[in-house]
């Protein structure tokens, strides 16, 4: 009888909120992380290496995190494309990092004040061109978008890491 791998759950892994607060300091620095983290100081070991790889995983995270902010559009459209709703983005094919097709694009009317707030409708992109990107938003929204413009902040996916933490754990 053949022995199957059973499938997993992965777990969150978030990145842990006093890192979160080092990094998006102003002056952090290596000597704070240290204090904070330890295990970056320790010598590499058996006891220390998981502590260790996943505190430069989520350092990792949090430097992708940052930088795929710069894709963020404060008016920004969606013509149709077949069943998909295109985002054009100049030089896409060269920008570092990469937009890649699972991560998240969330659109919410720039207009709208705190009191007023429409929803934030979250899309996935579903494939990554040379000047553009297709994504998918929930039915009603992909339905009924009027070409409007909306707000846009991307997030990038997280499984790659989850999964990289879950190996070194």
């Not at 952090?28 to 590499?44: A, H, I, Q, Y």
């Not at 494309?81 to 890649?100: C, F, H, Q, T």
Request: net charge positive; proline share 4%.
């Amino acid at each position: 009888m053949v022995k199957r791998l059973q499938p997993r759950h992965l777990i969150g892994f978030d990145v842990p909120e006093p890192l979160k607060r080092a990094y998006v300091t102003a002056g952090w620095k290596k000597d704070m992380l240290e204090n904070v983290f330890p295990s970056l100081r320790e010598e590499l070991n058996i006891n220390s290496y998981v502590n260790r790889f996943q505190t430069l995983l989520y350092l990792e995270e949090m430097e992708c995190f940052v930088n795929v902010r710069m894709y963020d559009r404060e008016r920004a459209h969606f013509p149709r494309e077949g069943k998909y709703l295109a985002l054009v983005m100049e030089n896409l094919s060269e920008r570092r990092p990469s937009l890649a097709v699972g991560d998240i694009v969330k659109a919410k009317n720039p207009w709208a004040d705190d009191k007023n707030a429409e929803r934030m409708y979250k899309g996935v992109i579903h494939k990554v061109l040379h000047n553009r990107i297709l994504l998918k938003f929930d039915d009603n929204f992909q339905r009924k978008y009027d070409y409007r413009d909306y707000r846009l902040e991307f997030y990038f996916s997280r499984y790659c890491y989850r999964k990289q933490h879950c190996a070194a754990s």
